[in-house]
């Protein structure tokens, strides 16, 4: 059974930082691209960042080029997002997820095999 898991969401004030962390089992990590969503309430969900299967390419939303980052470590099974200048508007339940898509098409929720559960972030001003 494959599990995504993240964690490390909470409440920060604006201009702060988190770092999210997602711990997947139950496939052959290394063998998926990973990424993240975030969805606010009211809206639809939105594509925040991908990583190839090696780590060597990154894509990003346009509303967090420059502030996120995301990175992984297959040896852990682990996909993060650094986190930094967070806006109010980043306020959302933050999701993980892997697809045995190329890295650029798993920038669009069709393209994923497997999502996590999610974990809420609130930036408060």
């Known amino acids: 059974q494959v599990q995504l898991v993240e964690s490390g969401g909470g409440l920060v004030q604006t201009g702060g930082s988190l770092r999210l962390s997602c711990v997947a089992s139950g496939l052959t990590f290394s063998s998926y691209s990973m990424a993240w969503f975030r969805q606010a309430p009211g809206k639809e969900r939105e594509f925040v960042g991908a990583i190839s299967r090696r780590g060597d390419l990154t894509y990003y939303g346009d509303s967090v080029k420059g502030r996120f980052t995301i990175s992984r470590d297959n040896a852990k099974s682990t996909v993060y997002l650094q986190m930094n200048s967070l806006k109010s508007e980043d306020t959302a339940d933050y999701y993980c997820?892997?697809?045995?898509?190329?890295?650029?098409?798993?920038?669009?929720?069709?393209?994923?095999?497997?999502w996590g559960k999610g974990t809420l972030v609130t930036v408060s001003s």
């Open positions: 997820a892997a697809s045995t898509r190329s890295t650029r098409a798993t920038m669009s929720p069709d393209t994923i095999d497997y």
